[in-house]
């Protein structure tokens, strides 16, 4: 026969007594003394894990290609939304993104400033107004990871082409 475990809480105008299975009883304890349950609601949230997958938190270069960023602003993105999913920050600096490449084992990019300004022009990252120099990962950058960047890894469309002057015409002609 299987023991019994019940949960019963008496106090002001309260007088509680249930039957529980053990394991919700070893939550409830848990609970009481100040530990975190096995097993809460945000749990049923999550997606089933596969049968015999191995569960291994993501690199940041396995961020990177997971998600096709293959520009610099792209990776830049990513590597700020790794920093928001993997470790809880909300936002991240210049240098972070910096440390995020030499983690992901990548170059560091030769025109950092500028690959900044297109991300934040593409308006996948933006920067907080209350700290100089500190990122976030905005709506539309979140929209472009979870695509992948679509089959573009990221490129951004060119600008505007300058047209060829009319003495540049004519030089190219003859």
């Known amino acids: 026969m299987a023991e019994e475990y019940r949960v ?6 309260m007088n509680f007594d249930k039957p529980v299975a053990e394991a919700v009883a070893r939550d409830v304890l848990l609970l009481v003394l100040g530990g975190k349950p096995s097993h809460t609601k945000d749990d049923d949230k999550k997606e089933p894990k596969k049968e ?17 960023a293959k520009t610099i602003p792209a990776k830049l993105t990513a ?12 936002s991240f600096t210049k240098q972070e993104l910096l440390d995020g490449f030499e983690s992901a084992d990548e170059p ?4 950092f400033d500028r690959d900044i300004r ?8 933006a920067e907080k107004r209350d ?13 472009a990871l979870a695509d992948n960047f679509g089959k573009s890894g990221g490129r951004l469309p060119q600008g505007a082409r300058r047209k060829k ?7 190219t002609q003859t």
């Open 108 to 111: 560091s990019p030769g025109y």
């Open 52 to 68: 015999g997958s191995l569960e291994t938190e993501l690199s940041v270069g396995e961020y990177i290609a997971d998600h096709n």
């Open 165 to 171: 002057s009319t003495a540049a015409k004519k030089a």
């Open 131 to 143: 700290a100089k120099d500190t990122f976030y990962v905005t709506g539309t950058g979140k929209k």
């Open 118 to 125: 297109r991300a934040v022009g593409a308006k996948w990252i």
């Open 79 to 90: 590597i700020g939304n790794y920093f928001h999913e993997h470790d809880g920050a909300e």
């Open 8 to 13: 019963t809480v008496v106090g002001a105008g």
